[in-house]
């Protein structure tokens, strides 16, 4: 059981630089968010879809995209890294039907180092 | 603004003893909560989690206490393990299927 997995788990930029950042889930849950995790902060909503072509801004969408092209799949984009953006990345999933009180599932991370 | 405050970065225990980990919130829309556990290099994994219509959620080791009127969680590890080593996230939630979560404290089992 794969559950959700992330590509790649780590990886270190330039300032500048643009990445892609992939999630997939196998679960076939409709609802897919990012986070990332910064000491002392937990960890914070970036962007969140609802369903597959959807997407919408969470708590610190600022310097990020997204896209929800597959129902499977979550990208998040870096159009231009920045020192601040640094962090641990962690995708989840939830099946989003039913009861909303659901746990979601996390992928194990990708730690960004942006030098 | 955090809506979710975990306020003891850090707690250390003896093997077999209780473990009492703390959360508080201030958003009175959130109508369940989540405890999720974390160790070094992988994700979070879900716990345990308790109902606002709740005021108790037992499961093996884990129980989780819900003081509507305080706004103030706790979750109880009885008896502490060293496998329970790890970093806890508090979360709370409504109908939107969105997460707040805490800043997480780290919890060491001394053997």
């Known amino acids: 059981n794969a559950g959700v997995t992330q590509t790649p788990k780590f990886r270190v930029l330039k300032t500048g630089q643009s990445m892609t950042l992939l999630c997939a889930q196998d679960?076939?849950?409709?609802?897919m968010y990012w986070y990332r995790q910064d000491p002392g902060m937990g960890l914070r909503l970036i962007h969140y879809s609802v369903g597959e072509g959807t997407t919408a801004k969470g708590e610190v969408p600022d310097g990020y995209n997204v896209s929800r092209l597959k129902k499977q799949n979550f990208l998040l984009g870096l159009e231009s890294a920045a020192p601040s953006q640094t962090s641990v990345y962690f995708c989840a999933s939830n099946p989003g039907l039913g009861p909303s009180n659901q746990p979601q599932h996390f992928g194990d991370g990708t730690r960004l180092s942006i030098l | 603004d955090q809506q979710v405050k975990q306020n003891s970065p850090s707690l250390s225990v003896q093997e077999g003893r209780i473990s009492i980990l703390n959360c508080d919130y201030t958003n009175s829309m959130f109508d369940y909560f989540l405890w999720y556990k974390k160790y070094p290099a992988e994700g979070p994994t879900f716990l345990i989690s308790?109902?606002?219509?709740?005021d108790k959620n037992e499961d093996g080791r884990f129980t989780v206490f819900l003081n509507k009127s305080a706004k103030h969680l706790s979750l109880h590890i009885v008896p502490s393990q060293p496998g329970d080593s790890a970093v806890y996230f508090c979360?709370?939630?409504?109908?939107?299927?969105?997460?707040?979560f805490g800043a997480g404290t780290t919890v060491t089992v001394r053997a």
């Open positions: 679960m076939n849950h409709e609802y």
């Open positions: 308790i109902s606002s219509i709740k």
């Open positions: 979360a709370g939630g409504s109908n939107d299927y969105k997460l707040s």
